[in-house]
Structures are given as structure tokens and as C-alpha cells.
Nanobody, 121 residues
Framework: QVQVVESGGGLVQPGGSLRLSCAAS????????MGWYRQTPGKERDLVAT???????NYADSVLGRFTISRDDADNTVYLQMNSLKPEDTAVYYC???????????????WGKGTLVTVSS
């Protein structure tokens, strides 16, 4: 099985920065796409950024130019560098990894429990 754990959330002032990390562990055979979603109470979980196995990235319009997603396949980790944070960025950020476990033949999506980012003065 595969476990996904996010870290790096917290309280930051508007205009500040945070770097989220997401580490996948377990019996991983291969990781493919990885990414971040976020959700606030009463709203749908929305895409923030994704990165493919080949390194292609995709960003939500609301974060384009401010957030940067990257990955380190040697450590099975995906990062989200968040700059120029705004109050509307406040949300629980969830990491997902599409992966094939060693004992499985199919790729599946694995999700973390989420990490809270609060942007407030």
C-alpha cells in the first residue's frame, strides 16, 4: 500500500510564503502524476497544481505566477512553493499521488489527510 503525508502548513501573513511538502511512502513501484488540491468549508475541492511524471505542470488560474509545484522522484516527494499568499488562499491543502504499488498491477490515486494553510494578519 501507499501512504501520502503532507506537511508545511501553518499560519502566514498576507504576502508571505509557505512551502508544502508531500511525501509518498510504502511499497511504491512507480509514481506518475502528483498534485495539490485545496478545500474550504462549504466549497468544492479545487485543483491547485499538478505535475506529471515528465515534469509538465498545470496551475489553477488563481495561483498562476504565485505558486510553483515541483517534485523529487528520488524521495517520492512533491512540493508546493506558495508565494504572495492571499487570504483567499486559506484552505486545507490535499496532496495526491497517482502510483502503482509493488503488489498491484494498476495505478491508483492516493490522497493525504491534508494540511491547513491560514493566511491572515
Amino acid at each position: 500500500q501507499v501512504q501520502v503525508v503532507e506537511s508545511g502548513g501553518g499560519l502566514v501573513q498576507p504576502g508571505g510564503s509557505l512551502r508544502l511538502s508531500c511525501a509518498a511512502s510504502g511499497s511504491i513501484f512507480r509514481l506518475t502524476d502528483m498534485g495539490w488540491y485545496r478545500q474550504t468549508p462549504g466549497k468544492e475541492r479545487d485543483l491547485v497544481a499538478t505535475i506529471t511524471r515528465g515534469g509538465s505542470t498545470n496551475y489553477a488560474d488563481s495561483v498562476l505566477g504565485r505558486f510553483t509545484i515541483s517534485r523529487d522522484d528520488a524521495d517520492n516527494t512533491v512540493y508546493l512553493q506558495m508565494n504572495s499568499l492571499k487570504p483567499e488562499d486559506t484552505a486545507v491543502y490535499y496532496c495526491y499521488c497517482n502510483a502503482r504499488a509493488q503488489r498491484f498491477a494498476l495505478f491508483m490515486d492516493y490522497w493525504g489527510k491534508g494540511t491547513l494553510v491560514t493566511v491572515s494578519s
